[in-house]
């Protein structure tokens, strides 16, 4: 080997009886490594990754260069082993002072200064305990087990209401500043997510009403401080800084008395102690009737520059709701003229009979009406089936072979839909003759006795004479004819099961019981014949 490889010093074979790493520290520009072991060296810090070609280790730097200082003082550690004297084994303390300069061996072409730097920095981030990644400050100890098993999934996250409406109000910042037009589909379904937790917005509409709100909601900024805002023209939430009403009451809800912002004077906000801050509303989406949109009514002053509100204009608001009436109305009426005895109605009246209609859904076997009572609602199916029940005294046979009279229902139609039950019942409060029970779910559009009550007389005379009675004609014999053709099919469909089971089951042969379960050969098995 050439003399410029320089020499080599190796750390001792053992340390605290444990079989240690035999390394080589290269004191040349060559860096070559022994020969007999393929070192693999950390690369922890990046610095140098070993490629073995043929019988020798290369070393390649990568981004470094050698530090030869301190291969000097590699070279002059005292009690390391020597191969060629007395000193076969190193001590202890050359092998830890050899294991802290080691990484010190490279450094960045940053400079010396900031290689040490960072190797000690990395020495003691390896010295620290480790520890839970996201640390929650309010975690205590929890007897709860649910509390445990999400730690093991995931990271719980927090559950404090203050830090979850900031998270809130920061996503609806930035998705806000993006105008009407601009936002997709996913920004508005984002929107929609998060306000929906306010619950000042969400207690004056319905669900399906904020979710068309949020295609119109604006973002408003004012970076002056004692800036009027006026509150009568739609509803705000502050997203950024506070304001100051300028009288009371500043917030109108939906069921609120009118009386309480017609005063007169207005009531004027004397102290200016109370503030509105972030996560609060003010403003109204039901305007107050008889004050101007400048009134002084439902006003704010900002208190701080740069403040920024959620604005819901109560025209947009009322747009939204006339146009999901219609269409309700329109659905409604459809499911109406779907019917045969409103196939002739005009839309007038039509109209009238949509109003009243509420939509309901049923689970399959529900009991909608009871035979011999008043019908509670006028039903008319848009989606499912229902069964028709009629109570007959059949005989029923006992156990011990007796027959006794018993009162049975039976299934004596369906209704599907098109078809409606209940509207003689409830327009001349008579019983019905049928007892109704959903076969499937069920959708259905039902008029209460309440409502039907504010129909005027002509459409009520005109619905009594378009509807009928729900199986009203069926006589006893009918009834009862129906009853013995299901009683014989059901026993007929019992003896057939009977005669299947009993064969399978034949000499007490059950699949993984029995002679199956031993294994039994095929000749052991008597022959089945059907």
């Known amino acids: 080997m050439d003399e410029s490889v320089g020499t080599r010093a190796s750390v001792a074979d053992t340390y605290n009886g444990r079989r240690l790493p035999s390394c080589t520290v290269p004191t040349h520009k060559n860096l070559a490594v022994t020969q007999q072991k393929q070192l693999r060296w950390n690369d922890v810090y990046h610095r140098l990754v070993p490629v073995t070609k043929g019988a020798n280790s290369m070393i390649v730097a990568r981004s470094c260069d050698v530090n030869y200082d301190m291969i000097e003082r590699l070279n002059n550690i005292s009690g390391l082993r020597e191969n060629n004297s007395n000193r076969p084994h190193t001590s202890p303390d050359a092998h830890v002072e050899l294991m802290k300069l080691y990484p010190l061996l490279t450094s960045r072409r940053d400079g010396p200064e900031r290689s040490l730097e960072r190797a000690k920095t990395c020495l003691d981030n390896l010295a620290k305990p480790r520890r839970r990644k996201y640390p929650n400050p309010n975690d205590k100890l929890s007897h709860d087990i649910g509390d445990h098993l999400r730690s093991l999934h995931s990271v719980r996250g927090t559950e404090d209401p203050a830090l979850l409406d900031a998270g809130r109000i920061r996503k609806l910042r930035k998705l806000l500043r993006k105008q009407p037009f601009e936002r997709t589909r996913d920004d508005n379904e984002s929107i929609y997510e998060n306000i929906k937790h306010f619950v000042t917005i969400t207690s004056q509409m319905r669900e399906h009403e904020l979710k068309k709100l949020c295609y119109v909601m604006a973002l408003e900024a004012f970076r002056e401080c004692g800036t009027t805002v006026f509150g009568n023209n739609g509803l705000h939430l502050v997203l950024k800084g506070c304001v100051i009403p300028s009288s009371f009451p500043y917030l109108k ?7 309480d912002f017609n005063r007169q004077p207005t009531p004027v906000n004397q102290t200016l102690s109370y503030a509105i801050s972030v996560g609060e509303c003010f403003g109204t989406l039901f305007p107050v009737v008889g004050r101007d949109i400048n009134t002084r009514v439902l006003t704010v002053m900002t208190a701080v520059s740069h403040c920024e509100f959620v604005k819901i204009a109560c025209r947009d608001f009322q747009t939204i709701i006339a146009d999901l009436s219609l269409k309700e109305i329109n659905s409604k009426v459809a499911a109406l003229q779907f019917c045969n005895q409103f196939k002739l109605w005009p839309r007038m009246s039509m109209n009238k009979i949509a109003e009243l209609v509420d939509w309901l859904e049923f689970p399959a076997n529900k009991v909608l009406v009871y035979e011999g009572s008043v019908a509670p609602m006028m039903g008319f199916i848009k989606e499912g089936k229902c069964f ?22 039976v299934v004596m139609g369906e209704l599907g839909p098109g078809q409606s039950f209940g509207e003689i019942s409830v327009l001349a409060g008579e019983p019905v003759h049928c007892t109704i029970v959903t076969a499937t779910r069920s959708t259905i559009a039902a008029v209460f006795p309440d409502k039907v009550k504010e129909l005027d007389p002509i459409t009520r005379s005109l619905l009594l004479q378009s509807s009928k009675e729900t199986y009203a004609n069926i006589t006893e014999a009918d009834i009862h004819d129906e009853c013995v053709a299901q009683e014989l099919l059901k026993e007929w469909n019992d003896y057939k099961h009977g005669v299947v089971v009993s064969t399978i089951n034949y000499c007490g042969i059950q699949p993984g019981y029995g002679k199956w379960a031993n294994n039994a050969a095929t000749d052991d098995i008597p022959a089945i014949s059907i």
Do not use: C, F, S, Y
Request: overall charge positive; glycine content about 4%.
């Open 253 to 259: 809800m939906k069921d609120d008395p009118l009386e």
């Open 388 to 409: 028709i029940l009629k109570t007959v005294a059949a005989k029923h046979k006992m156990p011990n072979g007796r027959r006794v009279k018993r009162l049975k229902q």
